[in-house]
């Protein structure tokens, strides 16, 4: 690795990460993936950004509703992030996949009934950062289900950071 690039990892991969369920739909085609880079933003108005790779089949429907539904793992469902972090080409339909139950929202696409709850925001822009694209979004809908530990990333020992 060129100088510096293991330092950048190490420090990067201390850094604290979360992992959610990122749910959206446009018409009859629906998206799922396990996110990593989410973080709230702003109080008011209540902003919540997200990080999508740019491959993500799930993006275009963010793009194409102006909807997200954001929902944290629960301690303990490391199994349940992996899979849907898989890519749909490779994963097929994640909705039939074990643990992937669906309640709906009022506001926007369903979220996940094995989350801590969730956030439904609604786009206010999308940018385009390296090989991601930032998805930034107003949340207008928000409920919780437990108060349990949210999953991070170390202790699912996941490395996407760096």
Known sequence: ???????????????????YAVIAESGDRRGIFTANW?????????LVVLS????????????????????PFRTGQRELAGALGRPARRAGDKFSMPGVDTVPTRSGPPALAA???????????????????LVVAEVIEAETYSDDAP????EAGFRHAG
Not at 52 to 71: D, H, N, Q
């Open 52 to 71: 999508v790779e740019r491959e993500s089949s799930t993006l275009a429907l963010i793009g194409e509703s102006g909807l997200v539904t954001v929902c």
């Open 115 to 133: 989350s801590l709850g969730y956030v439904v925001g609604r786009v206010t822009r999308m940018d385009e950062t390296g090989d991601s694209v």
């Open 1 to 19: 690795m060129p100088d510096g690039v293991a330092s950048r990892r190490a420090a990067l991969r201390q850094w604290t990460y979360g992992l």
């Open 151 to 154: 999953l991070t990333m170390r």
């Open 38 to 46: 989410c973080s709230q933003v702003s109080f008011d108005p209540p």
